[in-house]
Protein backbone atom coordinates (compact mmCIF):
# COMPACT_ATOMS: atom_id res chain seq x y z
CA UNK A 1 0.00 0.00 0.00
CA UNK A 2 1.41 2.97 -0.87
CA UNK A 3 1.55 6.35 1.31
CA UNK A 4 -0.93 8.54 1.70
CA UNK A 5 0.27 12.06 2.40
CA UNK A 6 -2.75 13.66 2.59
CA UNK A 7 -4.19 11.24 5.39
CA UNK A 8 -5.16 12.87 8.37
CA UNK A 9 -1.62 12.26 10.50
CA UNK A 10 0.14 13.57 7.73
CA UNK A 11 -1.46 17.16 7.65
CA UNK A 12 -0.57 16.98 11.68
CA UNK A 13 2.84 16.63 11.05
CA UNK A 14 2.76 19.45 8.37
CA UNK A 15 1.21 21.69 11.08
CA UNK A 16 -2.42 21.98 8.76
CA UNK A 17 -4.46 20.71 11.34
CA UNK A 18 -4.08 20.78 15.10
CA UNK A 19 -3.38 18.41 17.18
CA UNK A 20 -2.96 18.43 21.41
CA UNK A 21 1.01 17.66 21.46
CA UNK A 22 1.97 15.51 24.42
CA UNK A 23 6.00 15.33 23.15
CA UNK A 24 7.62 16.02 20.28
CA UNK A 25 11.46 14.59 18.91
CA UNK A 26 13.28 14.54 15.92
CA UNK A 27 11.74 10.53 15.07
CA UNK A 28 8.65 11.61 16.85
CA UNK A 29 5.34 12.95 17.57
CA UNK A 30 2.94 12.12 20.50
CA UNK A 31 -0.41 13.62 21.21
CA UNK A 32 -3.87 12.87 22.39
CA UNK A 33 -6.58 11.12 20.77
CA UNK A 34 -9.59 12.66 19.60
CA UNK A 35 -11.58 10.25 20.84
CA UNK A 36 -10.20 8.82 23.98
CA UNK A 37 -10.91 5.19 25.37
CA UNK A 38 -9.48 5.41 27.99
CA UNK A 39 -8.94 8.04 30.90
CA UNK A 40 -5.37 8.43 29.16
CA UNK A 41 -5.12 7.62 25.22
CA UNK A 42 -2.38 9.11 23.74
CA UNK A 43 -0.96 8.54 19.86
CA UNK A 44 2.74 8.49 18.84
CA UNK A 45 3.64 8.24 15.52
CA UNK A 46 6.56 8.49 13.54
CA UNK A 47 7.73 11.64 11.52
CA UNK A 48 8.40 9.54 8.79
CA UNK A 49 6.32 8.16 5.77
CA UNK A 50 5.04 5.24 7.01
CA UNK A 51 1.79 3.40 6.57
CA UNK A 52 2.11 0.85 9.22
CA UNK A 53 3.72 -1.22 11.27
CA UNK A 54 4.72 -3.54 8.77
CA UNK A 55 6.02 -0.85 6.56
CA UNK A 56 7.71 0.76 9.48
CA UNK A 57 9.82 -2.16 10.47
CA UNK A 58 10.82 -2.97 6.73
CA UNK A 59 11.75 0.45 6.03
CA UNK A 60 12.61 2.72 8.03
CA UNK A 61 16.48 3.06 9.61
CA UNK A 62 17.87 2.25 12.46
CA UNK A 63 17.97 4.94 13.82
CA UNK A 64 14.13 5.87 13.30
CA UNK A 65 12.98 2.77 14.69
CA UNK A 66 15.39 3.15 18.01
CA UNK A 67 14.25 6.59 18.32
CA UNK A 68 10.34 5.92 17.97
CA UNK A 69 10.78 2.90 20.24
CA UNK A 70 12.68 5.09 22.81
CA UNK A 71 9.37 8.11 22.27
CA UNK A 72 6.81 5.53 23.16
CA UNK A 73 8.43 4.64 26.51
CA UNK A 74 9.14 8.21 27.27
CA UNK A 75 5.66 9.42 26.54
CA UNK A 76 4.49 6.76 28.98
CA UNK A 77 6.89 7.76 31.66
CA UNK A 78 6.08 11.13 31.03
CA UNK A 79 2.04 10.47 30.82
CA UNK A 80 2.59 9.00 34.46
CA UNK A 81 1.39 5.82 33.31
CA UNK A 82 4.12 3.63 33.37
CA UNK A 83 4.82 2.38 36.69
CA UNK A 84 0.76 1.50 37.59
CA UNK A 85 1.18 -0.13 33.79
CA UNK A 86 -0.92 0.95 30.19
CA UNK A 87 -0.96 -0.73 26.92
CA UNK A 88 0.91 -0.31 24.13
CA UNK A 89 -1.40 -1.10 20.76
CA UNK A 90 -0.48 -0.96 16.91
CA UNK A 91 -3.11 -1.63 14.58
CA UNK A 92 -2.40 -2.84 11.23
CA UNK A 93 -4.37 -3.20 8.31
CA UNK A 94 -7.88 -4.00 7.57
CA UNK A 95 -8.40 -6.84 10.00
CA UNK A 96 -5.84 -5.12 12.70
CA UNK A 97 -8.99 -2.39 12.00
CA UNK A 98 -6.38 0.36 11.42
CA UNK A 99 -8.21 3.22 10.34
CA UNK A 100 -5.67 6.23 10.07
CA UNK A 101 -2.42 4.98 7.17
CA UNK A 102 0.33 6.39 8.76
CA UNK A 103 1.83 4.21 11.48
CA UNK A 104 0.80 4.87 15.25
CA UNK A 105 0.92 3.42 18.75
CA UNK A 106 -1.79 3.91 20.66
CA UNK A 107 -1.00 4.44 24.56
CA UNK A 108 -4.08 3.51 26.55
CA UNK A 109 -3.89 3.95 30.49
CA UNK A 110 -5.34 5.75 33.69
CA UNK A 111 -7.35 2.52 35.11
CA UNK A 112 -7.28 -1.30 34.66
CA UNK A 113 -7.96 -1.55 31.12
CA UNK A 114 -9.17 -5.26 31.56
CA UNK A 115 -8.93 -8.37 28.92
CA UNK A 116 -6.99 -7.67 25.45
CA UNK A 117 -9.65 -8.31 23.21
CA UNK A 118 -12.94 -8.54 23.99
CA UNK A 119 -14.76 -11.61 22.30
CA UNK A 120 -17.40 -11.23 19.63
P1 LIG B 1 -6.51 3.31 14.25
O1 LIG B 1 -7.87 2.67 14.20
O2 LIG B 1 -5.50 2.48 14.99
O3 LIG B 1 -6.06 3.75 12.88
O4 LIG B 1 -6.68 4.59 15.16
C1 LIG B 1 -6.82 5.89 14.66
C2 LIG B 1 -7.05 6.79 15.83
O5 LIG B 1 -6.84 8.12 15.43
C3 LIG B 1 -8.46 6.72 16.43
O6 LIG B 1 -8.37 6.34 17.81
C4 LIG B 1 -9.00 8.15 16.24
O7 LIG B 1 -9.82 8.56 17.33
C5 LIG B 1 -7.72 8.95 16.15
N1 LIG B 1 -7.82 10.20 15.44
C6 LIG B 1 -8.38 10.42 14.22
N2 LIG B 1 -8.25 11.71 13.87
C7 LIG B 1 -7.57 12.32 14.87
C8 LIG B 1 -7.12 13.65 15.11
N3 LIG B 1 -7.33 14.63 14.22
N4 LIG B 1 -6.46 13.92 16.25
C9 LIG B 1 -6.24 12.94 17.16
N5 LIG B 1 -6.63 11.66 17.00
C10 LIG B 1 -7.31 11.35 15.88
Not at 13 to 38: H, M, T
Not at 69 to 84: P, S, T, Y
Request: charged letters at 20%; glycine letters at 10%.
Amino acid sequence: MAYDSENIFAKILRGEIPCDKVYEDDWSLAFNDINPQAPIHTLVIPKGAYVSWDDFSEAASADEITGFVRAVGHVARELGVAEAGYRALVNIGANGGQEVPHMHVHIFGGKALGPMITKT
